[in-house]
């Protein structure tokens, strides 16, 4: 059973509107770096009313030289791992709290398909990652679907993990009011 109080909203709220209201209430800024979903992941937390106060920048990497460039990955671990990877996530995810100055983060690295993939790594393996005042986490999925699907489901994926990130590190009651 858990300890964590119940929070109850007024009303049924979007998951970047309810990431929204726990980064105000906590203070913190978050910033993007997105691969396969190519800027999704920074629309959807755009689409919150008032986002502005808290969103510093995202940056779409597609490429490797735009992860290292820009994220400061690694070339080393491209090479090793592949732009595919938990270890590539893991820094794509730092790099971009980094570069920002933002305590909060979301990657996204991965295969949409229906093309790219190779029986190690298919289309639908998708790592996200996100990182919270210092705490990084990251997962690994497998979506299934067309491509516009895995991309879909990788941006709600890691925006219920900046949710459960924000809500495990904060004893506070969210403050949305409808």
Known sequence: MSTEPEIKFEKEYSLEERAA????????TVTTAE???GGLLAGRLINAAGIS???KEGYITYSNE???KLLGVSHETLEKYGAVSEQTAIEMV??????????AALATTGIAGPDGGTP?????????GCYVDGVTI???HRFAGERAQ?????????????EQALLSTSHMEPALNG
């Not at 895995?150 to 900046?162: K, P, Y």
């Open 94 to 103: 730092q790099g971009a709290a980094k570069q920002a100055g933002a305590q």
């Open 35 to 37: 691969s396969c979903t």
């Open 53 to 55: 106060e808290v969103y």
């Open 66 to 68: 735009a992860k290292e």
């Open 150 to 162: 895995v991309r879909n489901m990788s941006v709600e994926r890691a925006l219920v993990m900046l």
């Open 21 to 28: 209201a726990l980064l105000k209430q906590r203070g913190l």
């Open 120 to 128: 190690q790594k298919p289309a639908g393996l998708v790592y996200i």
């Open 138 to 140: 990251i997962e690994e």
